[in-house]
């Protein structure tokens, strides 16, 4: 069956340290690959997407990156946090049927 | 650009109520999630449609290609369904990227 995996589930760090945080799918080959994050108060929005092993498409310009190194596994990093990459974010795989189906999220908070 | 309007953006009601929550979406939208979200933050897909109607025990999603709209209904509200619901477009290009609206609170009081 199909799973996804997101770690850590809670992450607090300061300003200006690193960033990574990891997803990974079983169950399935060449997914589509998705970034969202959910600022306090507000609406979930796409970050990034990834329809294959190095494709990156960035949504918004932003003090984040990601990265796709293996077919199932899809990264989002920053060199640097500032306090309003604080949120809740969310990794999510689709597999082209319109289906889509979303991690446990990770909630940051940047202090 | 892809938009999802939803509304309400609170609703409060007694137990045992029928609940409605409506979605409006624009073109270069193709089909819906109706998405279910705890205030642990977890989210769980409770339906997606791209034609038609759906039923999953309580929840009936519903939805109009033409007038570009999609209703989620509640029967039998039970407080256990409070939570935040959420409307999501996926874009009919191949990436499938989803347009999220911005939520319903629902809060159903025994």
């Known amino acids: 069956s199909q799973t996804i995996h997101q770690w850590p589930a809670t992450l607090v760090q300061p300003v200006g340290s690193p960033l990574s945080l990891e997803c990974t799918v079983e169950g399935t080959s060449n997914p589509n690959l998705y970034w969202y994050r959910q600022a306090a108060g507000r609406g979930l929005q796409l970050l990034f997407y990834?329809?294959?092993?190095?494709?990156i498409s960035s949504e918004v310009p932003q003090n984040l990156s990601a990265s796709r190194p293996q077919d199932r596994q899809f990264i989002l990093s920053s060199k640097k946090l500032l306090l309003s990459d604080s949120g809740f974010y969310l990794c999510?795989?689709?597999?082209?049927?319109?289906?889509?189906?979303f991690g446990p999220g990770t909630r940051l908070t940047v202090t | 650009k892809n938009e999802v309007e939803q509304s309400p953006q609170n609703l409060t009601a007694q137990e045992g109520e029928f609940i409605t929550i409506n979605c409006s979406y624009s073109?270069?939208?193709?089909?819906l999630h109706w998405l279910q979200q705890h205030p642990g933050g977890g989210i769980v897909s409770l339906f997606m449609l791209s034609s038609g109607k759906k039923k999953h025990g309580r929840l009936i999603a519903t939805i109009n290609i033409q007038e570009k709209h999609s209703s989620l209904h509640i029967t039998a509200s039970h407080p256990r369904d409070s939570a935040v619901y959420i409307c999501a477009g996926i874009s009919n290009f191949g990436n499938e990227k989803l347009t999220f609206g911005t939520g319903t609170r629902l809060t159903i009081i025994p």
């Open positions: 073109v270069g939208i193709s089909a």
């Open positions: 990834s329809v294959g092993i190095g494709q």
């Open positions: 999510a795989f689709g597999q082209g049927s319109y289906e889509q189906y």
